[in-house]
């Protein structure tokens, strides 16, 4: 069965850091595309950030970018997003999903993945 685990959420005050991986069961997670999500209350899915299956590309949405970072280690079926000067704003459920599709990454749309996460809670607030 595939499956993919999202961990790492939790409370932090703004400015600071949390790291979330996804773990990947069932399947190889190298042939595949790793996007993240987060979903805010009353909002939609939003894109955050996409890694190509060898890392070898990665793509972020403008309200994260120079402050997360994605990253994978194949070798461990693990990508990770990497979440620094965290802001209030940034609070949401964050969801990685993976596809092989090579498109995902520039079409950055929830619609285009197939795997997902249960999602992980991130509460940024002092």
């Known amino acids: 069965q595939l499956q993919l685990v999202e961990s790492g959420g939790g409370l932090v005050q703004p400015g600071g850091s949390l790291r979330l991986p996804c773990a990947a069961f069932g399947f190889t997670l190298a042939y595949y595309y790793i996007g993240w999500f987060r979903q805010a209350p009353g909002k939609e899915r939003a894109w955050v950030s996409c890694i190509s299956s060898r890392g070898n590309y990665r793509n972020y949405a403008d309200s994260v970018k120079g402050r997360f970072t994605i990253s994978r280690d194949n070798a461990k079926n693990t990508a990770y997003l990497q979440m620094n000067s965290l802001k209030p704003e940034d609070a949401a459920v964050y969801y990685c999903?993976?596809?092989?599709?090579?498109?995902?990454?520039?079409?950055?749309?929830?619609?285009?993945?197939?795997?997902w996460g249960q999602g992980t809670q991130v509460t940024v607030s002092s």
């Open positions: 999903a993976a596809d092989r599709k090579r498109s995902v990454c520039t079409l950055n749309s929830p619609h285009e993945y197939g795997y």
